[in-house]
């Protein structure tokens, strides 16, 4: 869909349910044949997770980006069910509308969700070569330290102002 249609309708963030597994089963079908896929891989991107994910009932938080029934991202915070106090983020934005502020805007529902779970920090990894990710993670105000050859652990602490 071109960004033009998309323009006339409403944007919503919101829980995967079970009515979206074929949406999101193409939506990480799309991901995962693109030349970024290597960026974004916080779990296999098939249709078989995404079922999975619609159907998933525990403690961590998974969402998606719409424009009526068509998914544009798809974000995560994710380790609560592991025990772990700080999630991590992840997020996946539909080759069309990158560019648009779709990803700074679907970043601050992730955070604000966070928030509302009582979270002080959230992280997140970044391939350094994803330069754009890289931009808009430091313009919220993650700080990015070297986790490996390739990659940036960022860590934003929530009680701080956003930018």
């Known amino acids: 869909m071109t960004r033009a249609a998309l323009a006339n309708m409403p944007l919503e963030f919101r829980s995967i349910v079970p009515e979206m597994a074929d949406a999101l089963g193409d939506f990480f079908e799309r991901l995962s044949s693109m030349d970024t896929a290597g960026f974004f891989h916080p779990h296999p991107l098939t249709r078989e997770r995404a079922n999975q994910l619609c159907h998933y009932a525990g403690k961590d938080l998974y969402f998606v980006g719409t424009c009526d029934s068509i998914i544009l991202a798809y974000g995560l915070l994710r380790g609560w069910d592991e025990g772990y106090e700080v999630p991590s983020l992840g997020i996946g934005l539909a ?13 601050l529902f992730l955070h604000s969700a966070a928030r509302l779970r009582g979270c002080a920090r959230i992280r997140l990894t970044v391939f350094r070569a994803n330069v754009k990710a890289v931009a808009l993670y430091q313009s919220l105000g993650y700080r990015l330290e070297r986790k490996n050859a390739a990659e940036d652990v960022g860590i934003l602490d929530l009680c701080l102002p956003e930018t």
Do not use: E, K, Y
Request: glycine share 16%; net charge positive.
């Open 95 to 107: 080759p069309d509308v990158r560019g648009t502020g779709l990803a700074r805007a679907f970043m």
